[in-house]
């Protein structure tokens, strides 16, 4: 698949088949993740694979922005760990490229995802430190629930050469 045709077809996807994603894949996504950029490469990034249905089933009931979880065969929570961090703040960068990477291989590999966003809303990253038990220096970045798209949301145009400048404002 061409890296902009990825670019413009992937859409967030809350829907999915109840259909098993194969844990080579979920490595490879994973892997994909690990590949994205980060300052001074610090890599800040930690991953928690979620595929049992008890859990899947509470993150729903207690993250209402989470609700296409519960139908997701899989998900995975991406996080940072602060202790590598080696430039301040920028691990938030670091994170959402991995984020990024993630949802763009999926698409590629034919899954659906959507990024469910958790950091920086303090309530959400209590609720995921709390559920997974997260060591103090660990901050939920981002949910990724992943499965077979069970839907097909169209492909709007988004791009708007009126929001493009040059040299100056």
């Known amino acids: 698949m061409e890296t902009m045709k990825a670019i413009k077809n992937r859409r967030s996807i809350r829907s999915y088949k109840n259909k ?13 993740s690990m590949y994205a950029p980060s300052a001074g490469d610090e890599q800040p990034w ?3 694979i979620i595929d049992r249905e008890d859990i899947l089933q509470k ?16 998900a995975v929570l991406l996080c940072a760990d602060l202790s590598r961090v080696k430039h301040d703040d920028f691990w938030v960068q670091d994170c959402a ?8 291989a999926a698409h590629e590999m034919g ?6 966003g958790i950091h920086p809303r ?8 709390k559920m997974f038990e997260l060591p103090d220096q660990i901050i939920p970045f981002a949910l990724l629930p992943l499965g077979y798209a069970d839907e097909n949301p ?14 100056k404002w």
């Open 122 to 129: 303090k309530e959400r990253v209590k609720d995921f430190n």
């Open 154 to 167: 169209p492909q709007p145009d988004r791009f708007d050469a009126t929001r493009i400048r040059k040299n």
């Open 46 to 48: 930690e991953f928690i």
């Open 20 to 32: 098993e994603v194969p844990e080579e894949i979920l490595t490879n996504l994973i892997k994909a």
């Open 59 to 74: 993150i729903s009931q207690k993250q209402s922005n989470a609700q296409m979880v519960k139908q997701a065969p899989v």
């Open 111 to 116: 899954l659906a995802s959507c990024w469910v």
């Open 97 to 104: 490229a991995a984020t990024q990477n993630f949802l763009l």
